[in-house]
């Protein structure tokens, strides 16, 4: 599994765009981009995953660059819920038959500020 | 949808009693999984299920039993207690066995004394 870098820590102004920047220049051709966060006390929550295309869903926007060795995830609108540690991490696709146990680095702590 | 959910979601036991801990989840998923979270360690795999009536070990399965009799359950059994499973126990599900998009449960809060 190709390694990511994020800053530990981000603040954001509420009602203000999020943009939460993840490394992983050693990607390989068929690791997705998955992010994940997790609120204080809160079981993890999948937020959005990506292999080259941006993605956006009703949760956030996923911006992988061209050449793949970074990305960007967007909340649009940040609210004080936001508030938690996101979590960015490369895997491979989903391949039947194999368990795959979820495995999070130290993530960024955002902050979001009223 | 409820999408996961546990039950408790706090206990507290003595050292050698046994509980089941809950899980339930109403999105027809193929694939369950428990994992413990302990500060510093991150999310550790405790065992898993492909299917109903078929189970696994992760990564720290001792002292846990599993079964997987339907679909939507899957419960954790603590057999003898002990302080060193005081932890927060998270439930996961995903619609195929393999996916890394996995939706989790709010957590069991255990403290053994």
């Known amino acids: 599994d190709a390694k990511t870098t994020q800053p530990p820590s981000m603040d954001c102004a509420e009602g203000r765009a999020a943009n939460l920047p993840c490394n992983h220049s050693?990607?390989?051709?068929?690791?997705?981009v998955y992010w994940y966060r997790q609120i204080h006390s809160q079981g993890p929550q999948y937020i959005i995953h990506?292999?080259?295309n941006n993605e956006t869903n009703e949760m956030a926007s996923l911006i992988i660059t061209e050449d793949r060795k970074s990305s960007t995830l967007i909340l649009p609108h940040a609210t004080l819920r936001d508030t938690a540690v996101y979590y960015c991490?490369?895997?491979?696709?989903?391949?039947?038959?194999?368990?795959?146990?979820?495995?999070f680095g130290s993530g960024t702590q955002l902050t979001v500020l009223p | 949808n409820a999408g996961v959910t546990q039950t408790p979601k706090f206990q507290v036991l003595k050292t050698g009693q046994s509980m089941t801990l809950q899980c339930a989840q109403d999105?027809?998923?193929?694939?369950m999984s428990w994992y413990r979270q302990d500060p510093g360690m991150g999310l550790r795999l405790i065992h898993y299920?492909?299917?109903?009536?078929?189970?696994d070990q992760g990564e720290v399965p001792n002292g846990y039993n599993v079964s997987r009799s339907t679909t939507e359950d899957f419960p954790l059994r603590l057999l003898s207690a002990a302080p060193s499973q005081t932890s927060v126990y998270f439930c996961?599900?995903?619609?195929?066995?393999?996916?890394?998009?996995?939706?989790f449960g709010p957590g069991t809060r255990l403290t053994v004394t």
């Open positions: 999105m027809n998923h193929e694939y």
């Open positions: 050693t990607i390989s051709g068929n690791e997705y």
């Open positions: 990506g292999l080259k």
């Open positions: 996961a599900s995903s619609y195929r066995t393999g996916s890394y998009e996995q939706y």
């Open positions: 299920s492909v299917g109903a009536g078929i189970t």
């Open positions: 991490i490369v895997r491979v696709g989903a391949n039947s038959g194999s368990a795959r146990q979820l495995t």
